[in-house]
């Protein structure tokens, strides 16, 4: 029943420590480390590594992030149960991304930062109450909820928007291919926070931008290829878009020269929305690993078939 950590030298002696106070009896091995690839059940990892069959005993992965997309690109093997991050301390990172970002454009922000560069004195526009200001999250999964919870005190319109019908308490919820029109069509700042799949690719694109009322921005913290580049660039030069906030691109590091690096109405950040710190992940991987030994259901497990 061993547990390797397929992560830095530093990281993997902090969250061996943690485990082995937790866990004293289940060995951990790191990456430096001479392991015998045959005992290993539980896998800490960013992405897949290679020579995945040489683990003939694995049963669990644990994804260091709460995106999994990479996992189930690379094929996750048979039988093997794979586990999203699921941590109070990556949740409430997003919430306070999301809140700025939203705080941000509603109070023109990117124009602002803008005129500073260029010395100029002078009001952007009048925002709107925040009671007139609609914000709507596309995905009402563990992190979507909470970004909402943190904006509801900020007074904002909020709506939602997921795959299954869901009911949240102030929040106008909409959700599959039928409810995507109507919620677009009153959302004037739109957080896009769903996973990365097959679905989902490509879906933040010129037809869907167009189907937001005019002047709307964007907040993208999902995933990279689920934004079309030149469609956001189009949307924001016609005036269509007014502004948007990016924390994932693709590719990602975002190379040198893109035109989101010096456009002024694209505010851009280096995918730091959620850091995963150890102290943190320590916790989380320890109680599964536990209900995973008791038999019980841990949290955050991945459905292949659905993809997130
Ligand atoms: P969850 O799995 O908890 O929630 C996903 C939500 O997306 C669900 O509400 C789901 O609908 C909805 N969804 C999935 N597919 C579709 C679809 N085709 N149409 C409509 N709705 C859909 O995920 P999390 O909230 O934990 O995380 C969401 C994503 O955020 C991650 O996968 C990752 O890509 C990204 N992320 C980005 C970070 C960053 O630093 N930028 C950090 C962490 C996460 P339903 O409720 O019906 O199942
Ligand atoms: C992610 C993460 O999935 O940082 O992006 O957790």
Redesign the pocket.
Same mark, same amino acid.
């Given at each position: 029943m061993t547990c390797f950590l397929n992560i830095d030298a530093e990281r993997g002696r902090l969250l061996r420590t943690y485990l082995h106070q937790v866990l004293p009896d289940l060995p951990v091995v790191l990456q430096d480390e001479v392991l015998d690839p045959g005992a290993i059940r539980y896998l800490v990892t960013w992405t897949l590594p290679e020579d995945m069959n040489r683990f003939r005993r694995l049963e669990v992965i644990f994804s260091l #992030?709460? %995106? @999994?997309?990479q996992f189930i690109a690379a094929g996750v093997p048979e039988g093997v149960q794979l586990v999203?991050l699921?941590d109070p301390g990556?949740t409430a990172m997003?919430q306070e991304?999301v809140a700025m970002a939203v705080l941000g454009l509603h109070r023109d922000l990117p124009g602002y930062l803008s005129n500073q560069r260029a010395e100029v004195w002078q009001r952007v526009s009048v925002p709107p109450p925040a009671q007139e200001r609609r914000v709507g999250v596309? #995905?009402? %999964? @563990?992190?979507?909820q909470a970004v909402l919870q943190a904006l509801a005190p900020f007074g904002f319109a909020l709506s939602g928007?997921?795959?299954?019908p869901?009911r949240i308490d102030g929040v106008r919820c909409f959700?599959?291919a039928e409810g995507l029109q109507e919620f677009l069509a009153q959302t004037d700042i739109l957080v896009c926070?769903?996973?990365?799949?097959t679905?989902?690719e490509g879906i933040l694109s010129g037809d869907l931008f167009a189907r937001l009322p005019d002047q709307a921005a964007l907040v993208h913290?999902?995933?990279g290829r689920q934004l079309d580049h030149p469609a956001l660039l189009k949307a924001l030069e016609s005036g269509r878009l007014r502004a948007a906030v990016l924390?994932?691109t693709e590719p990602e590091p975002l190379p040198k020269g893109h035109a989101f690096w010096s456009h002024p109405k694209v505010l851009l950040t280096p995918?730091?929305?959620?850091?995963t710190r150890i102290e943190a992940l320590g916790p989380a991987v320890a109680a599964n690993i536990t209900r995973h030994q008791e038999g019980a259901q841990m949290e955050g497990v991945v459905e292949p078939q659905?993809g997130?």
């Amino acid at each position: 029943m061993t547990c390797f950590l397929n992560i830095d030298a530093e990281r993997g002696r902090l969250l061996r420590t943690y485990l082995h106070q937790v866990l004293p009896d289940l060995p951990v091995v790191l990456q430096d480390e001479v392991l015998d690839p045959g005992a290993i059940r539980y896998l800490v990892t960013w992405t897949l590594p290679e020579d995945m069959n040489r683990f003939r005993r694995l049963e669990v992965i644990f994804s260091l #992030g709460a %995106g @999994v997309d990479q996992f189930i690109a690379a094929g996750v093997p048979e039988g093997v149960q794979l586990v999203r991050l699921i941590d109070p301390g990556l949740t409430a990172m997003m919430q306070e991304y999301v809140a700025m970002a939203v705080l941000g454009l509603h109070r023109d922000l990117p124009g602002y930062l803008s005129n500073q560069r260029a010395e100029v004195w002078q009001r952007v526009s009048v925002p709107p109450p925040a009671q007139e200001r609609r914000v709507g999250v596309m #995905g009402l %999964g @563990v992190l979507g909820q909470a970004v909402l919870q943190a904006l509801a005190p900020f007074g904002f319109a909020l709506s939602g928007w997921a795959r299954s019908p869901r009911r949240i308490d102030g929040v106008r919820c909409f959700h599959g291919a039928e409810g995507l029109q109507e919620f677009l069509a009153q959302t004037d700042i739109l957080v896009c926070l769903l996973p990365l799949t097959t679905e989902t690719e490509g879906i933040l694109s010129g037809d869907l931008f167009a189907r937001l009322p005019d002047q709307a921005a964007l907040v993208h913290v999902g995933r990279g290829r689920q934004l079309d580049h030149p469609a956001l660039l189009k949307a924001l030069e016609s005036g269509r878009l007014r502004a948007a906030v990016l924390d994932v691109t693709e590719p990602e590091p975002l190379p040198k020269g893109h035109a989101f690096w010096s456009h002024p109405k694209v505010l851009l950040t280096p995918h730091i929305a959620c850091i995963t710190r150890i102290e943190a992940l320590g916790p989380a991987v320890a109680a599964n690993i536990t209900r995973h030994q008791e038999g019980a259901q841990m949290e955050g497990v991945v459905e292949p078939q659905r993809g997130y």
